[in-house]
């Protein structure tokens, strides 16, 4: 009898996902289906979503566990009485943790969290730590033939001091990595999930003694108060136009990456190991990620798509397979694990017009399969356009998704294409690692390369020949000598990727897209 697992997370970025036996076999963000980005509370929509596309019943479920975060909200016990055995759990980290795991290259790794903030001492059983406003801040654990243990020397908590102890106009504000970059993200942008619009800003900024150094770390970190004082003392919000913005993103950005080579360095020197693996929303910071795999300071850097908290639900229920089923197997996952909606059939006659639109500048979006889970689209819901026009930026960033034109896009390459615009290894294949690009290859694809020369990368690879964007990319090589393509997610501003098919066409209606190729058809925008 096959064995059901769901993972269920109720706080920010609340999610579900369903694991089939030793398959992640489906997963959702509950944002994809209330069309509220970064949603929270109980995700039952998302549980429907699984059961349906699974085509189950709630008997033939073995476990649910629900990860909450201690002061969730929209909580409905009832609901869950539908199932014969649940499990409430609290950890967070822990949870980040196990989900990271799916994506280690080796089987002894080292996971290292970092994010905003994670749960409480006492979520975690540590009754010794009972300051109520204590909170997560870093954790380390031991990847080891499949069992995890976590490495409490260098568990990090910090106090989370809320908007009404201190007096910061952008709110609250915690000694953690993800927290600075946090208050950065609230005081430019007024968001606190902006950080990859800091770190893109970042590129625009120049090394400026005015702004005072962020970190230090004494046994813990620490955000220094004068930078604090800085920050507070900026007009809020701080126009992303002033250079004091850009010069503030710049220097965060620089000390984050100085940091975590600090600390990846004396871990690896520790307990000897140069493999890890990164979660927690810290984690999503691409050129981060690209520097440290070019460091030589490590030899692998596994990154799970879904890196913030909408991984959690696939971490509770890893969790389930591994402690409570005892099971050691390796588990089979991909990154689209969004159900299906219609039929695929391509006409090459069809597709061919498509890739000629493209290399015409022409803007497309692709609707193709299950939909991708974290925040990168990887094909399945994307824009796509020409990286070689150089008014391709300016016509996406304005005209398409209305966002500052300073955003940077993502591109999407071919494996046997990827070391001729750089030299530069990896991290992910996922758009989760940037690249630095070759000199002579800049002016190849001005929409696409950064300030910085980077470029986030998706690599596609020779055994994905049967994936719509491997053969885009193959016939745009042989026809006409394009490399790299412009992949961007598929929404508008303000709401999340598209997961249905009306939810494109809507978007595309929004965007003033001219059609939508979906599911091997060419859907004009009325």
Not at 121 to 141: K, Q, T
Not at 239 to 248: P, V
Not at 376 to 387: D, T
Request: glycine share 6%; proline share 2%.
């Amino acid at each position: 009898m096959d064995r059901y697992i769901l993972g269920v997370h109720s706080g920010h970025d609340s999610s579900a996902c369903l694991y089939k036996n030793n398959q992640l076999l489906y997963a959702i963000a509950r944002e994809r289906l209330t069309r509220k980005k970064h949603d929270s509370g109980e995700p039952i929509e998302c549980i429907e979503y699984l059961l349906k596309a699974a085509g189950i019943t709630y008997n033939q479920i073995s476990l649910v566990v629900r990860v909450n975060w201690y002061d969730s909200t929209e909580i409905n016990d009832d609901y869950y009485k539908k199932f014969s055995k649940v499990i409430v759990r609290y950890e967070h980290h822990l949870f980040h943790a196990y989900a990271a795991s799916l994506a280690a290259k080796f089987d002894k790794t080292l996971i290292y969290i970092m994010d905003g903030r994670g749960c409480r001492p006492v979520d975690n059983g540590c009754s010794s730590l009972s300051e109520e406003d204590l909170f997560e801040a870093e954790s380390l654990y031991l990847l080891d033939n499949g069992e995890i243990t976590e490495l409490q020397a260098e568990k990090k908590y910090a106090v989370h001091e809320s908007a009404s102890k201190h007096k910061y106009k952008w709110g609250s504000h915690m000694d953690s990595i993800g927290y600075a970059y946090a208050d950065v993200s609230r005081l430019i942008f007024k968001d606190y999930n902006a950080a990859g619009k800091v770190m893109a800003l970042a590129a625009y900024g120049v090394g400026n003694a005015d702004v005072p150094e962020c970190l230090y770390f004494d046994k813990k970190l620490h955000v220094r108060k004068e930078w604090l004082d800085y920050l507070n003392a900026q007009d809020y919000p701080l126009s992303y136009e002033l250079q004091t913005a850009k010069n503030i993103a710049c220097a965060l950005q620089f000390e984050l990456e100085s940091y975590i080579q600090t600390r990846i360095k004396y871990f690896s020197e520790k307990y000897n190991v140069l493999d890890f693996c990164f979660s927690g929303g810290v984690a999503l910071n691409c050129l981060n990620n690209g520097k440290l795999i070019n460091s030589g300071l490590i030899n692998s850097l596994g990154l799970f798509p879904a890196s913030g908290d909408d991984g959690i639900s696939i971490g509770a229920g890893l969790w389930a397979i591994r402690k409570i089923f005892k099971d050691k197997s390796k588990i089979e996952w991909d990154y689209a694990l969004g159900k299906s909606y219609g039929e695929i059939c391509h006409d090459e006659s069809v597709l061919f017009q498509v890739i000629k639109d493209i290399h015409d500048d022409k803007i497309i979006g692709l609707f193709e399969g299950g939909s991708e889970y974290g925040p990168r689209a990887l094909c399945n819901r994307s824009i796509i356009a020409s990286a070689k026009s150089k008014n391709m930026k300016d016509r996406l960033n304005l005209q398409i998704k209305h966002r500052e034109n300073f955003r940077p896009f993502g591109g999407v390459i071919l494996e046997r294409n990827l070391k001729k615009i750089t030299d530069d290894r990896i991290a992910s294949p996922l758009m989760l690692s940037a690249i630095n690009i070759k000199p002579e290859m800049i002016d190849y694809m001005p929409a696409l390369v950064h300030k910085d020369n980077t470029v986030r990368i998706q690599v596609i690879y020779e055994n994905q020949n049967k994936k719509l964007i491997w053969k885009i990319l193959d016939y745009l090589e042989k026809k006409y000598g394009e490399l790299v393509l412009i992949n961007t997610s598929f929404n508008g501003k303000g709401e999340p990727i598209v997961e249905s098919q009306s939810d494109a066409l809507l978007s595309a209606k929004r965007m003033k897209l001219e059609y939508v190729y979906m599911n091997g058809e060419k859907v004009d925008i009325i």
